[in-house]
């Protein structure tokens, strides 16, 4: 089975963003126009000496000016400094991306400490020791003029910090707008601009950044009596968390939120919450001194998937090219001027182009018809984003006729994409109901990709001002989602979890290149470019790659020594250029796999520090639920039981399963040449099968007290499930 997706909906793939309107390239360094990085004082001043927020910019775009390291001196790269600012930990959850201002390093740790690093030398100039618990950190906010770094801390807490010695300057507790906990700040202005997650109801809230009163606040659901109450039908609200980097334009006055997905209960079940849920899944426009609600978009009506495009939005200025229906191959007399234009998304694997002054889409984005279930309450159209005022099928592109076309969404075929390539990740795992991009589900579990985890997810985009490129990593993580499904999706044991890099040209929403890669790279792993064409990102294998912007061919790599969940920054000290990561990793999507560690290193042209260890890469196939068991311990030996569970004893269960763990054992051993049954249980009511993906080795049906032998000749990991239900998986592991 292979993943057949279209170029519009292509892992994050049919999205693009813009250039910048300032000043020849050459000249950006010089250009009295152009304001220092650290001043935060418009959207889209690039970094320079300074990289001085999460995102680079106010309109998070990851770019850097400096250009000293470029293609002809990047082999020559290497690292002139680590600190391990933990002491050398290898556990935790690091989600924490690097500032530096003035040549210091800031950057909090897995238990939420906050570290100022001096950037020439590695060493630890201050540390902020937290007391209130470990809490998993999406990096601070600095403010140079006011001296002050912004942290967050479990109970709510908003921590300010002297920003030259980490004395505490003023803590304000803020309960009742949600979760101001595991989520993004931004500082601008004198305001501190802050998400809220996982409360019944969540609220972006702005803080005056002098003592943390607060200035106002805005729900991601509003509530009854409230516009756009009715879009939830009067039924259970909840979600809408906003957890990432808010997007700032000061010349408009607006701040860019993006809200996540409505649960009203559970957020697969949308049953009782009939309507678009508004303001989930969607990003919403406010005045940046108020508060006001001034536009949005969704882009995901009535979530059941878990798709909201929670990412930080992009703000980018450039000349549009095809612009909607307008004229020869959609354009119009209007296309060489430049446009305000805000990159949103995406999971579902589509950029949204939208205007930012009003929220409108130049591109074009078309209400398209999907499946609906009435027991679900479903919405019967989502929205579909045009590609350089053209529709996009695969390869092909035409204009539409009248009307829109039925079937514009990703789905899964039985047609390889690429080839079939032994672990290609573009394939279905067997015996799974399969549906394309927004197929309804009820209690069967449906199969659609990309999965809710992306697409792309809160991994840091990228948006050159040479190249005039939006870059994001993206995963191939298909889930099956139904009412069965304890979370939001069972992500099937077994599948390939890889990924890959996509360019997209925001001035026609094209793909202009993409680069498949070993990993997933939706989940903080944010990519870096620079005016020298360099695209720097890291891997969940502890590798930091250097790739050629304008094409993707990798140019250098190094290993860190722990997964990196992290965006690469750059700065300047003393005329010289660096490059620094942190390397600490994250359990999404590897779980325990995905190595650990508290690696901050910089890295410069002449650097000769050697690289570290190479960690045990993370295992980028799902795993089975339950640890291995020796064939020798099975009843009878080299035996599996199909439809039912064991225990850690080896006690088969009592009633027929279709559990993830309803295979006895889920995970087997044997040496290579073992011979294997595979038996249905003879307590058993209904046929049941092992399936053998992705190679096809076997795949019986069985009967009640039937059994079926296969003999193992060659090493590896072999997964199975059950055509009676996919849900229990199982794996032979040759050895």
Not at 163 to 186: C, F, M, P, S, Y
Request: glycine share 12%.
């Amino acid at each position: 089975m292979k993943l057949k997706l279209l170029v519009s909906a292509l892992m994050a793939a049919g999205i693009a963003s813009a250039p910048l309107a300032l000043a020849a390239d050459d000249d950006l360094g010089g250009n009295p126009k152009i304001p220092p990085a650290a001043a935060l004082s418009d959207c889209c001043t690039p970094g320079d000496a300074d990289f001085p927020k999460v995102g680079g910019n106010l309109g998070n775009q990851n770019y850097s000016r400096l250009k000293a390291i470029n293609k002809d001196n990047i082999g020559q790269l290497g690292a002139v400094w680590l600190n391990r600012i933990e002491g050398g930990i290898n556990t935790g959850t690091n989600q924490s991306t690097t500032v530096v201002v003035d040549g210091v390093i800031y950057i909090e740790s897995a238990f939420g400490h906050v570290y100022a690093v001096d950037g020439k030398t590695g060493l630890t100039k201050w540390k902020y020791t937290q007391m209130r618990g470990t809490l998993t950190r999406r990096g601070v906010a600095v403010a140079k003029d006011l001296g002050l770094v912004y942290t967050l801390s479990n109970g709510n807490w908003v921590v300010a910090l002297n920003k030259d010695t980490g004395a505490v300057v003023w803590e304000r507790q803020h309960n009742g707008w949600g979760n101001l906990e595991k989520v993004a700040i931004v500082y601008h202005d004198k305001m501190l601009y802050i998400g809220s997650n996982d409360a019944t109801r969540n609220a972006a809230v702005a803080l005056d950044a002098t003592n943390g009163d607060m200035k106002w606040h805005f729900w991601g659901w509003p509530a009854a009596g409230e516009p756009f109450y009715d879009t939830w039908g009067g039924g259970p609200q909840s979600g809408a968390s906003n957890w990432m980097h808010a997007a700032i334009d000061p010349e408009l006055g607006l701040v860019y939120w993006t809200f996540g997905n409505a649960r009203g209960g559970s957020s697969q079940n949308g049953s009782a919450r009939p309507g678009q849920n508004l303001f989930a899944d969607s990003i919403v426009a406010l005045d940046m001194k108020t508060g006001e609600y001034k536009w949005h978009f969704q882009s995901i009506h009535h979530d059941i998937w878990d798709m909201d495009n929670v990412m930080a939005p992009v703000l980018v200025d450039i000349k549009l090219h095809g612009q909607g229906d307008k004229g020869d191959r959609g354009r119009d007399r209007d296309e060489d001027k430049v446009r305000k234009l805000l990159v949103y998304g995406s999971k579902p694997g589509m950029y949204y182009i939208l205007d930012r002054t009003d929220g409108s889409a130049p591109l074009g984005i078309d209400e398209v018809p999907v499946p609906v279930d009435p027991r679900q309450s479903t919405y019967p159209t989502q929205p579909i984003p045009r590609q350089g005022g053209w529709y996009c099928h695969g390869e092909k592109c035409a204009q539409p006729p009248t009307g829109v076309p039925s079937q514009i969404q990703s789905c899964i075929v039985n047609e390889p994409l690429g080839g079939p390539i032994p672990g290609d990740p573009n394939r279905a795992v067997p015996n799974y109901a399969q549906g394309c991009l927004y197929a309804a589900h009820w209690d069967v579990p449906v199969l659609t990709a990309p999965g809710h985890g992306g697409g792309a997810d809160w991994n840091h985009q990228s948006f050159s001002q040479s190249t005039k490129l939006v870059y994001t990593g993206f995963g191939n993580v298909p889930a099956a989602h139904s009412l069965t499904e304890a979370s939001n999706g069972l992500r099937p044991p077994g599948e390939y979890q890889t990924g890959g890099i996509v360019a997209v040209d925001p001035s026609t929403n094209l793909v202009k290149w993409k680069k498949h890669m070993p990993y997933e790279l939706a989940h903080g792993n944010g990519i870096l470019t620079t005016r020298s064409d360099l695209l720097f990102i890291g891997q969940p294998d502890g590798n930091v790659l250097a790739l050629d912007a304008k094409n993707g061919d990798e140019l250098w790599r190094f290993q860190t020594g722990a997964a990196i969940s992290a965006s690469p920054v750059t700065y300047e000290i003393e005329g010289e250029q660096y490059v620094a990561i942190y390397a600490g990793g994250t359990g999404i999507p590897y779980g325990d796999s995905a190595p650990r560690g508290d690696f901050l290193w910089a890295f410069k042209v002449g650097g000769t520090l050697p690289p570290a260890a190479t960690p045990t890469p993370p295992v980028i196939r799902r795993p089975v639920s339950g640890g291995p068991v020796e064939g020798s311990a099975t009843t009878p030996p080299n035996t599996v039981i199909l439809a039912r569970t064991r225990s850690a004893t080896g006690v088969i269960g009592a009633t027929e399963s279709t559990a993830v763990n309803g295979m006895a054992p889920t995970h087997l051993r044997v040496p290579v040449g073992t011979t294997v049954t595979f038996l249905n249980d003879p307590r058993n009511v209904n046929v049941h099968c092992a399936t053998q993906f992705f190679e096809g080795l076997f795949n019986p049906q069985l009967k009640p007290g039937e059994s079926f032998q296969y003999t193992f000749t060659q090493k590896g990991e072999f997964f199975f499930n059950d055509c009676f239900s996919p849900r229990p998986t199982g794996k032979v592991e040759v050895y």
